[in-house]
């Protein structure tokens, strides 16, 4: 079992950045990826990045690309999401998530971090 606890969400203005952490407790070594998601107000889930565990390979949705960064502290068993030049429609609630090591669905989630951004 893992357990994922978000922080570092807050209210920002157009233009300016966050850093979001994940700690991820429990057993990590069954964790084979690590993630960002996102849900605004009336919309579907979205994900916004994805970290390989083991190489560092990382995926990014469309809408953040060339402004977010995830990275990985395995010693410390975080995960964070650097956001930059963010923009209004980057408001929403962010999730962390972690894969077990053979599935295909991201097994545990976080409660979530409250991010707007006002105009």
């Known amino acids: 079992q893992a357990q994922l606890v978000e922080s570092g969400g807050g209210s920002v203005q157009a233009g300016g950045s966050l850093k979001l952490s994940c700690v991820t407790s429990?057993?990590?070594?069954?964790?084979?990826?690590k993630a960002w998601y996102r849900r605004a107000p009336g919309k579907e889930y979205e994900m916004v990045a994805s970290?390989?565990?083991?190489?560092?390979?990382?995926k990014y949705g469309d809408s953040v690309k060339g402004r977010f960064t995830i990275s990985l502290d395995n010693a410390k068993m975080m995960v964070y999401l650097e956001m930059q030049s963010l923009r209004s429609d980057d408001t929403a609630t962010y999730y962390c998530?972690?894969?077990?090591?053979?599935?295909?669905?991201?097994?545990?989630w976080g409660q979530g971090t409250q991010v707007t951004v006002s105009s």
């Open positions: 970290i390989m565990v083991g190489e560092g390979t990382m």
């Open positions: 429990g057993d990590n070594t069954v964790l084979c990826e």
């Open positions: 998530a972690a894969r077990r090591c053979g599935t295909t669905l991201f097994n545990y």
